[in-house]
């Protein structure tokens, strides 16, 4: 159980902000083109209420049951839910139930399986396509070569709203081949743009978490995915979510 205090929150949330907006100051960017999503795997629904006190009223989760859960237990208050982790075809269903945005798609059999519940529930949602820009074998993330074929393929399915891509960078002490996973997206989207079919859109780069967020922030990250530097250490280790 966390221990997290709302005082702890807004003091954590504060200096998360305070570095978003350093890094934007560095990077001679605009502190408002960069959205903070806090990423609130494993921390139970009492603390997601007492973040939304501190002012968050978005959150990332991983697992799709997880986030249904506390999408369930705190349906009393006005947030948002981010699907950022793997999904599987059969789960499409919830999270086109409760979710505003799905940071993960990677392949055409989810993007069915979406549409055709989202046509079922009368919504629409939207959608980041995430790329394995380290090349990790283990990494979920369609490759960047596939991403343009993808992309044309992506008007045949109206509730889907794409929004941009997504990355996980490499987990490495080395900054330059953590930077280098950013500037591969940026890049991947530059190129992209310019033979997008209609309805398309690309403005968001959803990259960098609590380890390297300044650094995405640098390459032109529009989305930050920060869970630690908000809530502290984790009581399950990153291996139950990220494979490898």
């Known amino acids: 159980m966390s221990q997290m205090n709302l005082e702890t929150l807004r003091q ?14 560095a990077a001679g960017r605009n502190a408002d083109e960069v959205r903070l999503l806090p990423v609130s795997k494993t921390h139970p629904p009492e603390v997601l209420r007492l ?3 501190a ?20 349906a009393d208050l006005p947030l948002r839910w981010s699907v950022i982790g793997h999904l599987q075809s059969n789960k499409a269903k919830y999270v086109a139930r409760f979710a505003h945005e799905f940071q993960a798609l990677d ?17 629409a949602l939207d959608v980041l396509v995430q790329i394995n820009t380290s090349d990790e074998p283990q990494k979920f993330g ?3 070569e596939a991403a343009r074929d ?21 987990f ?7 930077r280098a996973c950013f500037v591969r997206l ?55 979510y990220w494979p490898g």
């Open 12 to 25: 954590n949330i504060a200096s998360v902000r305070a570095r978003i907006d350093a890094a934007c100051a």
């Open 51 to 53: 973040a939304y006190q």
């Open 55 to 74: 002012g968050l009223d978005a959150f990332g989760e991983n697992k799709v049951q997880e986030a249904r859960e506390k999408a369930e237990a705190l």
């Open 107 to 123: 392949s055409l059999e989810i993007a069915q399986a979406l549409d055709k519940r989202l046509q079922i529930e009368g919504r």
């Open 142 to 144: 369609m490759p960047p």
């Open 150 to 170: 993808f992309l044309r393929q992506m008007p045949a399915f109206s509730s889907l709203r794409i929004k941009g891509l997504m990355t996980l960078a490499i």
């Open 172 to 178: 490495d002490a080395d900054e330059n081949r953590v």
């Open 186 to 240: 940026r890049q991947l989207r530059d190129q992209l743009r310019q033979t997008l079919p209609d309805g398309i859109g690309l403005d968001e780069l959803s990259m960098g978490m609590s380890g390297d967020f300044p650094i995405a922030i640098e390459e032109g990250a529009t989305i930050v995915r920060v869970g630690q530097a908000i809530f502290g250490a984790r009581p399950t280790p990153n291996s139950h």
